[in-house]
């Protein structure tokens, strides 16, 4: 059924678009007020003599924020194109791509803010460490390798579609 506003989209396409966007703005806000709050986090380290762990947080959180900016704003530009009814653009598969070296940037981040956070903790063991580096290290590497596989899929669809324009 198609509606003059959305044309053939799809409920679902709608529905992700809009929680795109939702994130997008959640982004944005977690960005600009994590990167208000690290100066003044600073400021109270240095002259209240408090421990670095307040602020290493705060920069775990500002680097985290740019990251998921970077995939959003791609994923953002994928949906438009999957909304236009062109999913297999030719910039779509460079698109996937930078979704997924953000996830990969995100593995030595999440690894060592969990170390320096475990770190300080008078129970850290090996065990913690194990956990830490596994849990991190296969999840969002498997996902990144994951999204890569799936942008080159993408990028085979781009060539059959190139073909199929050619042929008569």
Do not use: H
Not at 58 to 72: A, E, G, K, M, N
């Amino acid at each position: 059924m198609t509606n003059k506003k959305y044309g053939n989209q799809s409920s679902l396409i709608r529905a992700f678009s809009l929680l795109v966007n939702l994130f997008l703005i959640v982004a944005i806000i977690g960005f600009c007020t994590t990167a208000i709050l690290t100066p003044f986090r600073l400021i109270r380290v240095f002259t209240e003599k408090l421990p670095i762990l307040f602020v290493s947080g705060y920069f775990y959180s500002l680097f985290s924020s740019v990251v998921y900016l970077w995939i959003i704003y791609f994923l953002r530009k994928l949906m438009l194109t999957v909304k236009e009814s062109n999913p297999f653009d030719q910039m779509n598969p460079g698109r996937i791509r930078r979704i997924a070296y953000g996830v990969f940037a995100l593995v030595p981040v999440d690894i060592f803010s969990k170390i320096w956070m475990k770190g300080f903790q008078p129970t850290f063991s090996t065990t913690d460490l194990g956990d830490i580096l596994w849990g991190s290290l296969f999840k969002l590497a498997f996902l990144g390798f994951g999204i890569l596989v799936i942008a080159k899929v993408f990028e085979l669809g781009v060539v059959l579609k190139d073909e199929q324009k050619l042929t008569i």
